[in-house]
């Protein structure tokens, strides 16, 4: 997959060039020097607020930091690792290091610049063939302009520290030259370092192939990592010749780019390259591949790949965000937007993060849960149990994955809500929008909420006729829930929580479910008149009433729980003098 990724990146650099690189390249925080030919120069500070727009140098520098960095720490002209630029043209040295290893430091100059004057004293083997080659091609460096930089730096180094701010950010040092001498220095030291190492390298029909250096560590502490079943000198993980080596440094050096502007969801495809924050999603459908880069030192680290078909922004139902429970709702801390239409795959993602998730989605997706600073044991739990679900929901656009688990998500939530709030206007806005995605998703809009309705008229015509009898089990699980609801608000314990209620939305069959209802008719009958006619007929025609489907209607219990009780409505006046007759 990382192959179709490079080609599509190929096509795109083919036209842009470098500038496909260079336009999104970030300076890393530092005090930035260039230095003109008679040896002035200008001082630019590079901070975290630092815009690419508000510096008039910043594309200057950016083009020539880009083609000074190192390829790898392990790699570096100087020996000693004090100077991390890779060419004469440039210096990079930590502003510390200039007061902490002063005397060192001037070794090094002196060690770094004889190198560069002569590269070959460096390598040995393999390398050296490829550098001599080059070399062939390129020139010899110039020592006449690296001895007067030399000097510049040793007679200047340390004045502009004094100008620069303290702390171990960069010091970094551009001599003005054309892009074009930048680039052949460049050259000068990618190509014999460009391979992970020669030790790999093979030549076949008069080409060198060798192991590319992105994401690769290979070495012989590390044999695990090697195609044992393949031929001696051809173990190695893969293979690339120098021309596909050098395009794919350049693909994951546009990877780091992307990465260091916290933009590390790339989404690759016929139509081009597309780059998103964690908290933005593709606006257009998609076929193609998805790879999350982070930044990791001085690369970019390719943590998830992803095949990506049919990815649509747009839901095929929109979900009508419903009422379903006919609660009065504080707007102040509503999250739901009651009458309007959930379009996009975007603002379902937004809901759930809000309503379920704290939002905590995108840290529970991409991050190690265990990293996470999550106190609340609810969120763990779902964090643990669907986070692939969330991840190919957000990443992948697959509806499909969460229809089939937002229910059982949705209950789980609101059982957790009723147990560890003493409200429940969490637990009613989980549950109007767990029916408003039900319905959408089946098609039936507002199907839930006329039976609810209907359920609700026929109980109060039983009540005035005082007889009745349920004819389906939705009525029946929603008389429990209410008759549940009933019997706990009798509870006088200064603690309102609704851990018994939970009692009865985690019984699994019928049977459970009468016996709590009992059991809570023996604790808080006390508290209930003899006379009550509603209480008794809705009690008793619960009991008298057998479902035919043995497990519990979940969305019918909860929704008599949750619902207005309708044992406290107010009765008409006839009833209530009938009552007061009667008793």
Wanted: aromatic share 14%; glycine share 4%; proline share 2%.
């Amino acid at each position: 997959m990382l192959q179709e990724c490079i080609e599509i990146f190929k096509k795109e650099y083919l036209e842009k060039g470098e500038n496909l690189i260079t336009d999104n390249y970030k300076l890393g925080v530092g005090d930035y020097f260039i230095v003109k030919d008679d040896g002035s120069y200008k001082h630019v500070v590079i901070d975290k607020k630092t815009e690419p727009k508000n510096e008039e140098e910043y594309s200057y520098l950016a083009e020539r930091d880009y083609l000074s960095s190192l390829l790898d720490m392990n790699k570096p002209m100087d020996s000693t690792k004090q100077i991390h630029s890779n060419n004469y043209l440039s210096f990079y040295v930590k502003n510390n290091v200039l007061t902490e290893k002063k005397e060192k430091l001037r070794n090094s100059i002196k060690s770094f610049y004889e190198t560069l004057k002569d590269p070959r004293l460096k390598y040995k083997g393999e390398k050296k063939k490829n550098y001599e080659e080059l070399e062939e091609k390129i020139g010899k460096p110039d020592t006449d302009k690296i001895d007067k930089i030399q000097g510049w730096i040793e007679e200047n180094l340390w004045k502009l520290q004094e100008e620069s701010a303290k702390g171990k950010d960069y010091i970094k040092i551009f001599f003005d030259a054309d892009l074009e001498e930048y680039k052949k220095e460049n050259e000068r030291y990618v190509l014999p370092n460009i391979y992970n190492s020669t030790d790999f390298n093979v030549v076949i029909d008069e080409k060198t192939f060798g192991l590319p250096n992105n994401n690769l560590g290979l070495n012989a502490k590390k044999p695990f990592l090697e195609n044992k079943t393949r031929k001696k000198k051809y173990t190695v993980p893969y293979l690339l010749n120098e021309e596909d080596v050098f395009l794919q440094k350049k693909f994951f050096d546009y990877l780091f780019n992307w990465a260091c502007k916290n933009r590390r969801n790339i989404y690759f495809s016929q139509n081009g390259i597309e780059q998103f924050t964690d908290k933005d999603l593709p606006s257009k459908k998609i076929n193609g591949y998805y790879m999350r880069a982070v930044k990791n030192k001085s690369e970019a680290e390719i943590q998830r790949f992803d095949v990506i078909t049919n990815y649509n922004p747009y839901l095929e139902n929109r979900i009508k965000v419903l009422d379903y429970l006919k609660k009065t709702h504080d707007s102040k801390y509503a999250k739901l937007n009651y009458g309007h239409e959930i379009e996009s795959l975007k603002a379902l993602i937004e809901t759930i993060n809000s309503l379920i998730l704290k939002g905590k989605m995108y840290g529970i997706i991409f991050e190690n849960i265990k990293d996470l600073k999550i106190a609340d044991s609810r969120l763990k739990y779902i964090g643990n149990m669907y986070k692939d679900v969330f991840y190919n929901l957000v990443v992948r656009g697959d509806l499909d994955g969460f229809i089939k688990i937002y229910r059982k998500l949705f209950i789980y939530c609101i059982k957790s809500s009723l147990i560890n709030s003493n409200y429940d206007f969490e637990a009613c806005e989980l549950f109007n929008l767990m029916l408003s995605i039900e319905d959408s998703f089946e098609d039936k809009e507002g199907r839930f909420m006329t039976q609810v309705k209907d359920i609700r008229e026929k109980l109060k015509k039983c009540f005035e006729k005082k007889e009745g009898e349920f004819v389906n089990d939705r009525e029946y699980y929603f008389a429990i829930g209410q008759l549940a609801q009933f019997l706990l608000s009798k509870k006088k314990s200064t603690s309102k929580t609704h851990e018994s209620t939970v009692r009865f939305i985690e019984a699994k069959y019928d049977e459970k479910l009468k016996k709590e209802l009992v059991h809570l008719f023996k604790r808080y009958g006390y508290d209930i008149n003899r006379f009550n006619t509603r209480f008794n007929l809705l009690f008793s025609m619960v009991m008298d009433y057998t479902p035919e489907n043995k497990k519990v209607d979940e969305s019918g219990l909860l929704c008599g729980i949750l619902s207005n009780c309708l044992l406290y409505e107010k009765m008409d006046k006839a009833i209530i003098e009938n009552e007061n007759e009667e008793a």
